[in-house]
Nanobody, 123 residues
Framework: VQLQASGGGLVQPGGSLRLSCTAS????????IGWFRQAPGNEREGVSC????????YYADNVKGRFTITRDNAANTVYLQMGSLKPEDTAVYYC?????????????????WGQGTLVTVSS
């Protein structure tokens, strides 16, 4: 059972990136998926999540309107499309999976975590 986060990189302010969270050994459709990030010296914070039941999505206020979370069940992958990126979006981004039916699960609810992918927003 493994989660793989990928798609990070260096992007200029105002640019876009798409992160992918791919599962092996289990079906992502059966899980709520969350994206989190941690910048140096900061605590890990929730960015976005998509529920397991009806696909309801949630966004932190500081990314709302700029990030979009989607599922591709055929590919067993969840994406985080990030646009209008700012230097303060620089962080290691992690995806995680939980069987919780909550629309916004707590970090402690997540059972599986990916290894993280670094996003750097800089000119």
């Amino acid at each position: 059972v493994q989660l793989q986060a990928s798609g990070g990189g260096l992007v200029q302010p105002g640019g876009s990136l798409r992160l992918s969270c791919t599962a092996s050994g289990f079906t992502l459709e059966d899980y709520a998926i969350g994206w989190f990030r941690q910048a140096p010296g900061n605590e890990r914070e929730g960015v976005s999540c998509i529920s397991r039941s009806d696909g309801t999505s949630y966004y932190a206020d500081n990314v709302k309107g700029r990030f979009t979370i989607t599922r591709d069940n055929a590919a067993n992958t969840v994406y985080l499309q990030m646009g209008s990126l700012k230097p303060e979006d620089t962080a290691v981004y992690y995806c995680a999976a939980t069987r919780s039916y909550s629309s916004v699960p707590r970090q402690s609810d997540y059972d599986y975590w990916g290894q993280g992918t670094l996003v750097t927003v800089s000119s």
